[in-house]
Protein backbone atom coordinates (compact mmCIF):
# COMPACT_ATOMS: atom_id res chain seq x y z
CA UNK A 1 0.00 0.00 0.00
CA UNK A 2 1.13 3.36 -1.12
CA UNK A 3 0.26 6.27 1.11
CA UNK A 4 0.94 10.20 1.06
CA UNK A 5 1.27 12.50 4.00
CA UNK A 6 0.02 15.93 2.56
CA UNK A 7 0.05 18.87 4.90
CA UNK A 8 2.05 22.25 5.89
CA UNK A 9 5.18 22.59 7.64
CA UNK A 10 4.12 21.24 11.00
CA UNK A 11 1.16 19.65 10.17
CA UNK A 12 2.69 15.81 11.66
CA UNK A 13 3.59 14.06 8.43
CA UNK A 14 7.09 13.22 9.74
CA UNK A 15 5.74 12.26 13.26
CA UNK A 16 3.08 9.91 11.78
CA UNK A 17 5.28 8.37 9.01
CA UNK A 18 7.52 7.28 11.85
CA UNK A 19 4.34 5.53 13.67
CA UNK A 20 2.72 3.43 10.70
CA UNK A 21 6.87 2.56 9.94
CA UNK A 22 6.91 0.78 13.30
CA UNK A 23 2.67 0.35 13.52
CA UNK A 24 2.62 -1.46 9.70
CA UNK A 25 5.64 -2.02 8.62
CA UNK A 26 5.36 0.58 6.15
CA UNK A 27 8.42 2.78 4.72
CA UNK A 28 9.09 6.28 5.10
CA UNK A 29 9.95 8.40 2.43
CA UNK A 30 10.82 12.03 3.18
CA UNK A 31 11.89 14.05 0.31
CA UNK A 32 13.20 16.52 3.33
CA UNK A 33 15.10 14.19 5.28
CA UNK A 34 16.60 12.77 1.99
CA UNK A 35 17.93 16.70 1.27
CA UNK A 36 19.05 16.99 4.61
CA UNK A 37 21.56 14.08 4.74
CA UNK A 38 22.50 15.06 1.05
CA UNK A 39 23.63 18.37 2.58
CA UNK A 40 24.94 16.69 5.72
CA UNK A 41 26.87 14.63 3.41
CA UNK A 42 28.19 17.25 1.64
CA UNK A 43 26.82 15.61 -2.07
CA UNK A 44 26.23 17.94 -4.97
CA UNK A 45 22.50 17.64 -4.17
CA UNK A 46 23.26 18.79 -0.98
CA UNK A 47 25.10 21.65 -1.78
CA UNK A 48 22.42 22.87 -4.74
CA UNK A 49 19.68 22.66 -2.31
CA UNK A 50 20.90 23.76 1.03
CA UNK A 51 20.73 27.81 0.48
CA UNK A 52 17.04 26.89 -1.17
CA UNK A 53 15.89 24.73 2.13
CA UNK A 54 16.98 27.89 4.49
CA UNK A 55 14.68 30.02 2.82
CA UNK A 56 12.12 28.01 2.55
CA UNK A 57 11.61 27.70 -0.99
CA UNK A 58 11.24 23.92 -3.06
CA UNK A 59 14.20 22.60 -4.51
CA UNK A 60 13.27 21.73 -8.60
CA UNK A 61 11.41 19.20 -9.57
CA UNK A 62 13.85 17.59 -11.22
CA UNK A 63 16.26 17.36 -8.15
CA UNK A 64 13.52 15.87 -6.53
CA UNK A 65 12.79 13.60 -8.72
CA UNK A 66 16.39 12.32 -8.62
CA UNK A 67 16.19 11.43 -5.25
CA UNK A 68 12.57 10.22 -5.35
CA UNK A 69 13.45 7.80 -8.18
CA UNK A 70 17.07 6.59 -6.88
CA UNK A 71 15.10 5.60 -3.43
CA UNK A 72 12.21 3.89 -5.46
CA UNK A 73 14.40 1.93 -7.29
CA UNK A 74 15.23 -0.28 -3.78
CA UNK A 75 13.85 -3.22 -3.26
CA UNK A 76 13.32 -2.46 0.66
CA UNK A 77 10.32 0.16 -0.41
CA UNK A 78 8.37 -2.32 -2.97
CA UNK A 79 6.04 -3.30 -0.39
CA UNK A 80 4.92 -0.28 0.54
CA UNK A 81 5.81 3.46 1.12
CA UNK A 82 4.15 6.83 3.33
CA UNK A 83 5.65 9.39 0.98
CA UNK A 84 6.40 12.47 3.55
CA UNK A 85 7.09 16.10 2.26
CA UNK A 86 6.32 14.39 -1.29
CA UNK A 87 4.91 14.90 -4.17
CA UNK A 88 4.88 19.18 -3.16
CA UNK A 89 3.81 20.25 -6.90
CA UNK A 90 1.52 19.26 -9.50
CA UNK A 91 4.45 17.66 -11.85
CA UNK A 92 5.94 15.50 -8.80
CA UNK A 93 2.23 14.58 -8.37
CA UNK A 94 2.49 13.05 -12.30
CA UNK A 95 6.07 11.81 -11.95
CA UNK A 96 5.04 9.30 -8.92
CA UNK A 97 1.68 8.35 -10.63
CA UNK A 98 4.02 7.32 -13.50
CA UNK A 99 6.67 5.50 -11.26
CA UNK A 100 3.91 3.55 -9.82
CA UNK A 101 2.66 2.37 -12.54
CA UNK A 102 5.50 1.56 -13.85
CA UNK A 103 4.95 -0.91 -11.28
CA UNK A 104 1.71 -2.23 -11.35
CA UNK A 105 1.23 0.14 -8.41
CA UNK A 106 -1.02 3.41 -7.40
CA UNK A 107 -1.39 5.50 -4.68
CA UNK A 108 -3.90 4.34 -2.10
CA UNK A 109 -4.51 7.22 -0.21
CA UNK A 110 -3.77 10.76 0.15
CA UNK A 111 -4.51 11.85 4.23
CA UNK A 112 -4.65 15.38 4.08
CA UNK A 113 -3.70 16.55 7.53
CA UNK A 114 -5.30 19.77 8.54
CA UNK A 115 -3.91 22.20 11.06
CA UNK A 116 -4.47 25.71 12.10
CA UNK A 117 -0.98 28.13 10.42
CA UNK A 118 -0.66 29.99 14.63
CA UNK A 119 -0.45 26.18 15.73
CA UNK A 120 1.85 25.28 13.18
CA UNK A 121 4.53 28.22 14.38
CA UNK A 122 4.24 26.68 17.85
CA UNK A 123 4.88 23.58 16.64
CA UNK A 124 7.97 23.66 14.52
CA UNK A 125 9.39 26.47 17.08
CA UNK A 126 9.80 23.64 19.80
CA UNK A 127 10.96 20.86 17.56
CA UNK A 128 13.82 18.86 17.66
CA UNK A 129 14.61 14.76 16.53
CA UNK A 130 16.74 12.22 17.45
CA UNK A 131 20.20 12.35 15.85
CA UNK A 132 20.06 8.79 15.99
CA UNK A 133 16.68 7.41 14.38
CA UNK A 134 15.08 10.61 13.51
CA UNK A 135 12.65 10.52 16.12
CA UNK A 136 10.58 14.00 16.21
CA UNK A 137 9.91 15.49 19.49
CA UNK A 138 8.95 19.32 20.74
CA UNK A 139 9.83 21.22 23.86
CA UNK A 140 6.21 21.26 25.10
CA UNK A 141 4.07 18.95 23.64
CA UNK A 142 6.42 16.06 23.16
CA UNK A 143 9.58 15.32 25.28
CA UNK A 144 11.36 12.11 25.79
CA UNK A 145 9.70 10.11 28.57
CA UNK A 146 13.26 10.82 30.14
CA UNK A 147 15.07 13.98 29.45
CA UNK A 148 17.91 14.22 27.27
CA UNK A 149 17.13 10.66 26.52
CA UNK A 150 15.61 8.89 23.35
CA UNK A 151 12.09 6.83 23.72
CA UNK A 152 12.64 5.06 20.66
CA UNK A 153 16.63 4.13 20.49
CA UNK A 154 18.05 5.31 23.60
CA UNK A 155 20.30 8.12 21.65
CA UNK A 156 21.27 11.14 23.61
CA UNK A 157 21.99 13.38 20.79
CA UNK A 158 19.24 16.02 19.32
CA UNK A 159 19.38 18.32 16.71
CA UNK A 160 17.59 21.40 15.26
CA UNK A 161 16.93 22.27 11.66
CA UNK A 162 18.08 25.51 10.60
CA UNK A 163 14.81 26.09 8.73
CA UNK A 164 13.40 26.17 12.10
CA UNK A 165 12.28 29.59 12.85
CA UNK A 166 9.26 31.92 12.90
CA UNK A 167 10.43 34.10 9.49
CA UNK A 168 10.95 30.91 7.31
CA UNK A 169 8.25 28.50 8.68
CA UNK A 170 5.87 31.73 7.47
CA UNK A 171 7.62 31.45 4.37
CA UNK A 172 7.16 27.83 3.75
CA UNK A 173 3.41 28.19 4.69
CA UNK A 174 3.66 30.44 1.08
CA UNK A 175 5.42 28.20 -0.70
CA UNK A 176 2.70 25.57 0.20
CA UNK A 177 -0.48 27.22 0.12
CA UNK A 178 0.72 28.48 -3.45
CA UNK A 179 2.37 25.40 -4.91
CA UNK A 180 1.16 22.56 -2.55
CA UNK A 181 -2.33 22.79 -1.65
CA UNK A 182 -3.87 22.65 -4.73
CA UNK A 183 -2.72 18.95 -5.10
CA UNK A 184 -6.09 18.63 -2.76
CA UNK A 185 -7.95 19.05 -5.97
CA UNK A 186 -5.96 16.63 -7.67
CA UNK A 187 -6.10 13.86 -5.59
CA UNK A 188 -9.73 14.67 -5.14
CA UNK A 189 -11.03 14.38 -8.29
CA UNK A 190 -8.94 10.88 -8.13
CA UNK A 191 -11.46 10.28 -5.35
CA UNK A 192 -8.84 8.65 -3.06
CA UNK A 193 -8.37 11.50 -0.79
CA UNK A 194 -9.17 11.68 3.13
CA UNK A 195 -8.60 14.11 5.53
CA UNK A 196 -7.73 14.25 9.07
CA UNK A 197 -8.07 16.97 11.89
CA UNK A 198 -4.31 17.68 12.37
CA UNK A 199 -4.86 19.69 15.69
CA UNK A 200 -5.93 16.42 17.64
CA UNK A 201 -3.32 14.79 19.97
CA UNK A 202 -0.50 12.93 18.02
CA UNK A 203 -2.27 9.30 18.92
CA UNK A 204 -5.79 10.61 18.08
CA UNK A 205 -4.70 11.43 14.98
CA UNK A 206 -2.82 8.02 14.70
CA UNK A 207 -5.78 6.68 15.33
CA UNK A 208 -7.61 8.24 12.24
CA UNK A 209 -4.96 7.42 10.00
CA UNK A 210 -5.45 3.52 11.18
CA UNK A 211 -9.25 3.59 10.49
CA UNK A 212 -8.60 5.27 7.13
CA UNK A 213 -5.69 2.66 6.12
CA UNK A 214 -8.47 -0.18 7.35
CA UNK A 215 -11.21 0.79 5.28
CA UNK A 216 -9.32 0.50 1.76
P1 LIG B 1 10.29 18.92 4.89
O1 LIG B 1 11.35 18.29 5.69
O2 LIG B 1 9.33 18.05 4.18
O3 LIG B 1 9.52 19.94 5.84
P2 LIG B 1 8.00 20.45 5.88
O4 LIG B 1 7.06 20.00 4.87
O5 LIG B 1 8.16 21.92 6.01
O6 LIG B 1 7.39 19.75 7.08
P3 LIG B 1 8.02 19.53 8.48
O7 LIG B 1 9.00 18.42 8.43
O8 LIG B 1 8.47 20.86 9.01
O9 LIG B 1 6.72 19.13 9.32
P4 LIG B 1 6.02 17.72 9.57
O10 LIG B 1 4.67 17.78 8.93
O11 LIG B 1 6.91 16.58 9.22
O12 LIG B 1 5.81 17.82 11.14
P5 LIG B 1 6.44 16.98 12.35
O13 LIG B 1 5.88 15.60 12.36
O14 LIG B 1 7.90 17.13 12.40
O15 LIG B 1 10.95 19.92 3.83
C1 LIG B 1 11.98 20.81 4.18
C2 LIG B 1 12.46 21.57 2.95
O16 LIG B 1 13.05 20.65 2.02
C3 LIG B 1 11.38 22.30 2.16
O17 LIG B 1 11.13 23.59 2.67
C4 LIG B 1 12.00 22.33 0.75
O18 LIG B 1 12.99 23.33 0.66
C5 LIG B 1 12.71 20.97 0.67
N1 LIG B 1 11.85 19.90 0.12
C6 LIG B 1 11.46 18.75 0.76
N2 LIG B 1 10.69 17.98 -0.03
C7 LIG B 1 10.56 18.65 -1.21
C8 LIG B 1 9.86 18.38 -2.42
N3 LIG B 1 9.12 17.25 -2.56
N4 LIG B 1 9.93 19.30 -3.42
C9 LIG B 1 10.68 20.41 -3.29
N5 LIG B 1 11.37 20.75 -2.17
C10 LIG B 1 11.31 19.86 -1.13
O19 LIG B 1 5.78 17.76 13.59
C11 LIG B 1 6.18 19.07 13.93
C12 LIG B 1 6.30 19.24 15.45
O20 LIG B 1 5.02 19.16 16.03
C13 LIG B 1 7.13 18.16 16.14
O21 LIG B 1 7.85 18.75 17.19
C14 LIG B 1 6.11 17.16 16.68
O22 LIG B 1 6.57 16.53 17.86
C15 LIG B 1 4.92 18.07 16.94
N6 LIG B 1 3.64 17.42 16.66
C16 LIG B 1 3.35 16.57 15.62
N7 LIG B 1 2.05 16.19 15.64
C17 LIG B 1 1.49 16.85 16.72
C18 LIG B 1 0.17 16.87 17.26
N8 LIG B 1 -0.84 16.16 16.73
N9 LIG B 1 -0.04 17.65 18.35
C19 LIG B 1 0.99 18.38 18.92
N10 LIG B 1 2.26 18.37 18.44
C20 LIG B 1 2.51 17.62 17.35
MG1 LIG C 1 8.86 16.42 8.38
ZN1 LIG D 1 16.34 7.84 18.72
Given at each position: ?????????????????????????????????????????????????????????????????????????????????????????????????????ARGQKVDAVVEMKVEDEELV???????????????YHDSFDKPKKDGICDVCGGS????????????????????????????????????????????????????????????
Open positions: MNIILLGPPGAGKGTQAKLLEQGRGMKQLSTGDMLRAAVAAGSEIGLKAKAIMDRGDLVSDEVILAVVGERMSQPDIKAGVVFDGFPRTPAQAEALDGMLAKRISGRFTCAACGKGKFIRRADDNEKTVRDRLTVYNKQTAPLVNYYAKRGNLHSVDGMADIKVVTASIGRILDGI
